[in-house]
């Protein structure tokens, strides 16, 4: 009986291990190797920025493979991709803002085979919508870095700081892609309102989090940071 | 003699008087029965199976072999209308199939059912933000055209689509909202924490 036991754990042991060594494989390696089959100019720009997202914990190996073997596989012009790639990198070095939202709208085009152009064009709006939230937190006092020691002023832990501010530019974005007015502020308000409340009530996200938010941000906060990107896009 | 010849004129002349009025007795049984019937209280369907089943007190094994064969009865019938009757077999089966869900997303913390109704379809399939859009299949093991998938996922906001035959399908029945997206409608589904907050 004991060597039966011994037999099906060996057994169990043999079939899981494998299986987690397979999963815990990918590494920046296998990402550098995706990158530089795309054969682009930036490569070392692009490896460099998500480099540094690895490090912050903003990305994963396993995501970015994914991205850059759904991008080479794609049909389209090597520019385009190149500039999507280099749109993500310099939001995720230069500006440090939290990336999943463009990696994630990125793929969902792919998936719906539009043109590389209205995917450049989304990650684009998206990238400086991010930057956009992100100040306006900071000029609301809600930050995440320590270094900011004024008073009201709330610190947030990284991954609470981008989860506020990608929920927010996704807001703000899924409105602007409606075709409702930036002017409408209210309807905007309104729009971050309703997002947040159902976050906090399936609680995605800590209560105070959304207070604070709410409290601090008004209606014509947010619709100066939809014609500022209108703006740039007619620019 | 004499005693003999009187009692058969006496028969002949009853026989003569009955046979007159016979005509008065035709049809008088059957009035009689109509008559008493009448009288009687009519008994109704509920009298009726009361008596019966009072009746079968006597036995208890053909009282339980008449409830089995009502079961029966009955059973074939509820499923002979649901073949029958589209509609009803429609309603039942998503019914059911999200009456299973349910169960699942209450059991297993975070399992997110995904039901799409195509019938005819080749394949279906649902891409999302939960894994970077790449189709998990759905599938309709009954053939009945409702084609589902249970999925298990972390808490989070996610945004899909159903692909039916190669067709994008963005807008959701079961969906908490939608949104537009590249010119299409993506469905938004909430998965919630129900144990600690992060």
């Not at chain 2, 169960?103 to 394949?123: C, H, K, R, Y």
């Amino acid at each position: 009986m004991k060597e039966l036991v011994f037999l099906a754990f060996v057994a169990c042991l043999l079939t899981i291990v494998p299986t987690q060594i397979t999963l815990a494989e990918t590494t920046s390696i296998d990402v550098k190797e995706e990158l530089q089959s795309l054969g682009l100019r930036s490569t070392t720009e692009i490896m460099s920025a998500i480099e540094t997202g690895f490090l912050q914990g903003r990305l994963a190996p396993d995501e970015m493979v994914s991205l850059l073997s759904n991008l080479a596989a794609y049909n389209g012009e090597r520019e385009d991709k190149e500039t999507i790639l280099i749109t993500i990198a310099r939001a995720l070095k230069d500006d440090s803002l939290p990336v999943t939202m463009l990696i994630g709208k990125v793929e969902e085009g792919l998936a719906r085979k539009v043109s590389l152009q209205a995917i450049k064009q989304m990650v684009s709006e998206r990238a400086s919508l991010l930057a956009e939230v992100r100040d306006l937190l900071y000029t609301n006092l809600i930050f995440t870095s320590s270094e900011y020691g004024q008073e009201n002023c709330l610190v947030l832990p990284l991954p609470r700081f981008d989860f506020l501010v990608t929920q927010i530019a996704d807001t703000l974005a899924n409105y602007q892609e409606s075709g409702r007015s930036p002017l409408e502020g209210y309807l905007v308000y309104q729009e971050m309102h309703t997002r947040l409340s159902m976050l906090e009530r399936n609680a995605i996200i800590p209560a105070e989090d959304v207070e604070l938010v709410l409290e601090r941000i008004k209606p014509e906060n947010l619709t100066r940071i939809l014609s500022n990107v209108l703006s740039q896009q007619q620019q | 003699m004499h005693e003999d010849k009187l009692e058969k004129l006496l028969r002949d002349t009853l026989q003569q008087e009955v046979s007159k009025e016979r005509h008065y007795l035709d049809g008088l049984e059957k009035e009689i029965v109509a008559e008493l019937t009448g009288q009687l209280p009519k008994r109704g369907w509920l009298q009726t199976l009361t008596r019966l089943f009072a009746q079968m007190q006597r036995s208890r094994r053909r009282q339980l072999a008449v409830i089995g064969i009502t079961a029966v009865i009955f059973l074939f019938l509820g499923i002979f209308v649901s073949e029958r009757v589209p509609l009803v077999h429609g309603l039942f089966s998503v019914y059911d199939k999200q009456q299973k869900a349910t169960i699942a997303t209450n059991s297993d913390e975070g399992q997110l059912l995904f039901v799409m109704p195509a019938p005819g379809a080749q394949t279906v399939a649902v891409v999302g933000s939960f894994n970077n859009w790449k189709p998990i299949l759905l599938t309709d093991e009954d053939k009945d055209g409702i084609w589902l998938t249970n999925l298990p996922l972390p808490p989070g906001r996610y945004e899909y689509a159903f692909v039916v035959d190669g067709r994008w399908w963005g807008q959701d029945p079961l969906a908490d909202e939608y949104v537009r997206s590249f010119g299409g409608y993506n469905s938004v589904r909430y998965v919630g924490y129900t144990g600690d907050k992060i």
